[in-house]
């Protein structure tokens, strides 16, 4: 069965600092994978998305994220991370609307 | 306009008392749909519409009613509100001949007292 593990429920890093927000994913067959965030008081917003090709794919504010098959994962990085990245991030899977979302991860930042 | 709105944003129910929320949006998407999320768990799909055909998932079939009049509408029936049913609920559509974004509203968070 298709699922997705976000092994972090809070991350918290300095601003300006890297960040590396991890995902696994069971999925058979060649997965669609998605990142999205929900900024307080927001629905989710897509910031990138994994179709089989290029295994590093680029996102919106400075996001991107790699595929990787051998590891089943596909974390989300940002090279400097800013206060207004503060929110909720889903890793999921699936076709079309029919998603599967990990529990979450919850990103501070510090000042 | 890559809006999907939802009404309303808040909703206090009675436990037994039926609950209705509303979605529109004007993407002229083929697919709607309706997610549940309650805190510290993933968003879960409850049920959807690609065109007029419903189709609901096996956990949630007798717990959850939609409707869908035309293409830009759809709502969430909940006939006897039980405590459980507290949560955010999500709407998103997507367009599934292209495969494009799944654009998901604000939600609307229900409270049943």
């Known amino acids: 069965a298709q699922s997705v593990t976000q092994p972090d429920a809070r991350v918290t890093v300095s601003e300006g600092a890297s960040l590396q927000l991890r995902c696994k994913y069971s999925?058979?067959?060649?997965?669609?994978l998605f990142w999205y965030v929900q900024y307080p008081r927001q629905g989710l917003q897509l910031l990138l998305k994994?179709?089989?090709?290029?295994?590093v794919v680029q996102g919106v504010n400075g996001f991107e994220a790699e595929f990787s098959k051998s590891n089943s994962s596909f974390h989300l990085r940002k090279a400097s991370v800013h206060w207004s990245d503060w929110a909720v991030y889903f890793c999921g899977t699936g076709n079309t609307g029919k998603l599967i979302f990990g529990l979450g991860t919850t990103l501070q930042v510090q000042p | 306009d890559t809006t999907v709105k939802q009404n309303p944003r808040y909703k206090l129910a009675r436990v037994g008392k039926p609950v209705n929320l509303i979605c529109s949006q004007t993407m002229n998407h083929d697919t709607m749909y309706w997610y549940q999320k309650k805190p510290n768990q993933a968003p879960k799909l409850l049920l959807f519409y690609y065109d007029k055909i419903l189709n609901r998932e096996a956990d949630t079939f007798e717990k959850f009613q939609s409707s869908r009049p035309n293409n830009s509408f759809c709502s969430l029936y909940i006939g006897s509100a039980g405590l459980e049913y507290s949560a955010m609920y999500l709407c998103a559509s997507s367009s599934r001949d292209t495969n494009t974004e799944v654009f998901f509203g604000k939600g609307t968070r229900l409270t049943v007292v």
């Open positions: 994994y179709y089989p090709g290029d295994p």
């Open positions: 999925y058979f067959g060649t997965p669609y």
